[in-house]
């Protein structure tokens, strides 16, 4: 059986759309999924499905959310392979020893080759961007705390709805996912 972590888009950072992780858990298994577990408090969850495709996970997990919280939320689901080759395919690894200069924004969908390559990453100097099929990722040399290369600013420059996270997350989420499979 398949093992997914859903990365959920604006919860509980900076107060807003809060979300206790005991609920999510109970809204995903309600759904059928088994082993279902989280990781911080910023919406990761880890779970076995039987499903084999992302994108009715994730339609089903907004929906509950939706239903059961009142939440307009976004979610992406990522297999654990998926995490795996993100993880192997990050352009930044070697360039850094602080894994919170590293994030990985997580895409709804590829975006436009032409939305990509118009992006004008270079006005975001010393911040760097490398998009890989359904991730943007980002090397924040002077921290994410100082950028400008946000992930509204992602969102809008390639017409897709993206929810980030730092590089220590991404391979936590990658080895839970591992683990489980």
């Known amino acids: 059986m398949p093992t997914y972590a859903a990365l959920l888009r604006g919860i509980n950072v900076g107060g807003n759309k809060r979300i206790a992780m005991a609920d999510l858990r109970a809204i995903v298994e309600g759904l059928g999924h088994q082993s279902v577990r989280t990781h911080l408090q910023s919406g990761n969850i880890v779970f076995d499905s039987p499903k084999r495709s992302a994108k009715p996970l994730e339609a089903a997990l907004e929906k509950a959310i939706a239903s059961e919280l009142a939440m307009d939320v976004t979610v992406m689901v990522r297999r654990s392979d998926e995490l795996a080759a993100v993880v192997a395919a990050t352009p ?90």
């Open 92 to 181: 930044f690894g070697g360039r850094t020893d602080d894994p919170k200069q590293i994030h990985v924004a997580f895409l709804s969908e590829r975006p436009k080759a032409a939305a990509v390559k118009g992006f004008g990453i270079e006005e975001f100097a010393p911040d760097e961007m490398a998009v890989i099929d359904r991730e943007a990722h980002l090397l924040y040399p002077d921290g994410y705390a100082r950028t400008k290369l946000t992930n509204a600013v992602i969102e809008k420059q390639l017409g897709v709805r993206s929810t980030s996270r730092n590089w220590r997350t991404v391979t936590t989420l990658a080895e839970l996912t591992a683990k489980a499979s």
